[in-house]
């Protein structure tokens, strides 16, 4: 019972289940009463290589094509707006040159909730394969995601794609072991190499074809947006295409109907010189163990995960990237065509390499890491303005994808048992999916073009219509790797952001070197708004309220998009400082974004605006503390006239933002405060007022001039310098300022 003794030293060494044995022994049942193996010659068993090459091979390719197409169509779709109709990109400024700046963490976000949903499907798809028929599964998962590509057309925002690519991402995850796993037990080791080259090559095959079939794609006209017909029409093929997979996958030598009984018993051997075991339905504990025990599986993964994090960013951001090169939306999807078609040679050039020289697969990963390199440090290096040296540079960092294919190969022909192929074929997996993750929320943003250290740019942004501008400075060592301070300085009434820059020295390169400093500059302040009712503006109250609660909104809108410029990976320090209508405005501005102000620096500002406006009001009454009363009280000692410039609603707006700042203000971060003993515009009593209510509160300066009326004076520029430095450290000696 020869073949009995094979299959049966098979089972000991794949984990397999006795029942699936059994339907393999009925079928080769002729050859029981033969003494001893067939014998087959080379050239059957290159005929049998010949047919599994022609029959399985394809399938796979295919398969992987199309789900890389998949996986990777968000990017094409974005050069048809997909991104700005989800609201995955924003458009946060403009530099000086005109030049967009846009905001893409959302976008950055779809592109990686893929890969999270991949590393959730690995281990439960692989499971299914082991207890199930690996064709099945995959058939099963390829129609599935098919529907979901299908129903990215419907996705209306940014919720709805997130979950659209997390199940995505789940769904695929069962392809890339699959194969891995088919390879080994159809392919001896010597084989192994260019097969997997062959599915694996198809990423960069997609790449290669997709972007020309995407526009065509992108213009079909009709009710729909241009990018949905694209998802569509993607996900329909791959729905049909799971059919073939089906009815056409095989799963292991002892299952299928497509071989003859010679070249069943041919495969058996093969199997049995290749030592991998086959496949089976069976859940090996031991196998299972056996794999977190082996050295192998963790060198594989190391090996994966460092070779999949240079091609992170091609596949996701890749039309992106070209685009922001200076390309077209046209062309930056034909340049990504040469990428893919590189990416497939390469593969396929070192998997040919390294399966016709031994023990080379090592020395073709460090070249290919070489070339990657230096594709990299074109794209970091090169000047801005020469698009064909920085597409150069993507050109090369492509190549890097043949280094995953040889380190998936490694992981795959190392490793014996169905089992435990299975689960260090899934961990592999897990790992070459992290990369990308990794990279979309990486540190190290580079300054838009134009900007460099030590400089200070005019940058406007636009939101509901309105133009909104500041001065942003970047110090000399400003660092995209570190912790940052951000401080945001705003001007005075009469001022602009210019003179508040010339005014508070935050720019000086002897005192600031690594903190940013942002200049909002107010776009609804006037003369006219400005003047107090003295001055004749009957206005005055709900124009300063305006001014203020507009400037707050204004610095909130600018504060949400200062991050563009910043890590993402470092923690953001901001402090907020202003002098007069700016110090005003500080005060209101803690309430718009708790919790992410670690300081505050108030000149000649006032927290209770209640008091400064009834004071500047003027009404006649011997209480110093006339914003207690009711509105009704205040009411009957004002003048027809009072009532006029102090309406009710007013009076309710303006004490509403006072209990806000009585109750709500943080106290739990710095706050340094400085006022003019004798300022009669802004009277300093209501800062001390507010202190004197905190007295324990150690986070609190307080500082009161001598002899000083409205104005910033020296005095408080230094101690603002000293307030800073003790806090940021940004000169080792402010005094000397």
């Known amino acids: ?281 069976t859940f090996n504990r031991a196998q299972f163990l056996e794999a977190f025990r082996d050295y192998k599986m963790y060198s594989c993964t190391l090996l994966i995960l460092l070779t999949g994090v240079p091609s992170g960013a091609i596949g996701t951001f890749g039309t992106i990237v070209i685009n922001g090169f200076g390309f077209s939306h046209f062309e930056s999807l034909a340049l990504t065509c040469p990428i893919g078609a590189i990416t497939a040679l390469s593969i396929l050039l070192v998997s040919y390499v390294s399966g016709k020289f031994t023990n080379t697969r090592y020395l073709c990963i460090g070249l290919c890491d070489m070339i990657s390199i230096a594709g990299t440090l074109i794209c970091w290096l090169g000047p801005r303005d020469n698009r064909g040296l920085l597409f150069a540079g993507i050109f090369l960092i492509a190549v890097q994808v043949a280094s995953g294919g040889l380190a998936v190969s490694l992981a795959a022909s190392n490793i014996a048992g169905h089992t435990m192929a299975l689960v260090s074929l899934a961990a592999a997996a897990t790992v070459w999916s992290s990369p990308v993750s990794l990279q979309m929320n990486g540190c190290g943003k580079n300054l838009p073009s134009g900007q460099a250290n030590g400089s200070t740019s005019n940058v406007t942004i636009t939101s509901s219509g309105l133009e909104r501008s500041y001065l942003i400075f970047i110090p000399s060592d400003y660092s995209t790797h570190a912790e940052t301070p951000v401080i945001f300085s705003y001007h005075g009434g009469d001022r602009t952001a210019e003179d508040q820059l010339e005014l508070d020295l935050l720019t000086s390169p002897e005192f600031n070197t690594h903190a940013l400093v942002v200049y909002p500059q107010g776009i609804n302040i006037s003369h006219q708004a400005n003047r107090t009712w003295a001055d004749g503006n009957e206005n005055h109250g709900l124009d300063l309220l305006s001014i203020i609660e507009g400037s707050a909104q204004d610095f909130k809108l600018i504060m949400d998009f200062i991050p563009a410029y910043l890590p993402d990976c470092a923690r953001i320090y901001n402090v907020m400082g202003g002098i007069s209508l700016g110090g005003h405005t500080a005060w209101r501005v803690a309430s718009l974004a708790p919790g992410r102000f670690h300081g505050f620096a108030m000149v000649v500002g006032s927290p209770n605006l209640t008091s400064l406006l009834l004071s500047r009001l003027g009404i006649q009454t011997d209480l110093s503390d006339i914003d207690t009363l009711e509105y009704k009280q205040l009411y009957e000692l004002m003048n027809p006239q009072q009532r006029r410039m102090w309406p009710h609603t007013l009076d309710k707006l303006v004490r509403d933002g006072d209990r806000v700042v009585t109750e709500s203000f943080p106290t739990d971060v710095r706050i340094l405060l400085c006022n003019g003993k004798y300022d009669k515009l802004v009277p300093a009593k209501y800062t001390e007022e507010w202190v004197a209510r905190r007295k324990h509160s150690k986070n609190i300066k307080l500082f009161v001039q001598d002899n000083t009326g409205h104005s910033c004076t020296k005095e408080m520029v230094v101690m603002l310098a000293v307030w800073l430095c003790d806090m940021f450290r940004l000169q080792d000696d402010p005094a000397r300022l």
């Open 1 to 281: 019972m020869v073949v009995n003794d094979r299959v049966k030293s098979l089972e000991l060494r794949g984990g397999l289940a006795k029942d699936t044995i059994l339907p393999a022994l009925e079928t080769v049942e002729n050859m029981e009463n033969e003494k001893a193996p067939r014998i087959f010659t080379h050239a059957d068993e290159r005929k049998l290589v010949r047919k599994l090459d022609l029959w399985i091979v394809p399938l796979m390719m295919v398969t992987y094509m199309l789900q890389s197409y998949d996986k990777g169509i968000l990017s094409a779709a974005t050069q048809f707006d997909l991104n700005t109709d989800l609201g995955l990109t924003t458009v946060i400024g403009h530099e000086a040159n005109g030049t967009t700046i846009t905001n893409n963490k959302k976008y950055s976000n779809a592109s990686m909730i893929f890969y999270v949903g991949y590393v959730i499907g690995t281990y439960p798809m692989s499971y299914l394969a082991q207890h199930f028929s690996i064709s099945r599964v995959l058939s099963a998962a390829t129609f599935f995601w098919g529907i979901v590509v299908m129903s990215t057309a419907g996705c209306a925002n940014y919720g709805g794609i997130i979950v659209n690519r997390l199940v995505l991402g789940i769904l695929e995850s069962a392809a890339a072991p699959a194969f891995t796993v088919l390879v080994t037990f159809w392919w001896t080791r010597e084989e192994q190499g260019l097969r997997t080259g062959l599915w694996y090559c198809c990423v960069g095959v997609a790449t290669a074809i997709s972007p020309l079939i995407n526009y065509g794609l992108g213009q079909i006209h009709g009710p729909l947006a241009s990018w949905k017909p694209m998802f569509l029409i993607l996900g329909a093929i791959t729905m049909l295409w799971s059919l073939v997979l089906f009815f056409a996958l095989p799963d292991s030598p002892m299952e299928t109907k497509g071989l003859t009984d010679a070249e069943r018993e041919l495969a058996i051997q093969r199997l049995e010189r290749n030592q991998a075991g086959t496949i089976t339905h």
